[in-house]
């Protein structure tokens, strides 16, 4: 999980509160922060998925604070991960996200069959959605570590 700040030093990961227009918060987004100059930008894989969130609670008008790992599959294993971790311990937490992705997708997995069994359609259709987001992540990062 390594990225380079505009200023040039490394960025930590984490996760923090993201407020829109003072109003919406939204909270444990992924992010990178730098310490030197205080930019951050949220982890740039689930920023499509924030914005849609934003969208829906614009529509919906809810103002309290909503988290994001409750939405968000890839956000909920990494932010369990991010728990456990130790900032020495990078490559390790590289290691460690496929293995819990992988798992998160079994578990889905095991689950849809489930839903599947009990023709319970509305769950077969979150579950899939659940299970969408996770699987893209994984490929990509298959993707690029092919290059
Ligand atoms: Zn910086």
Known sequence: MRRLCRCGQEMNFGFRLVMFENKFQIDRVPIFECDSCDFYEVLPFVKPDLLDLLNQLKQQDVK?????TEVNELADVLYELFRKWTKADSVLFEAMLEQHCEERINLLLDLYGCAQKMNDENWMKEIASRLATLSKFVKERQ???AK
């Open 143 to 145: 993707f690029m570590g």
């Open 64 to 68: 309290g604070r909503v988290y994001f």
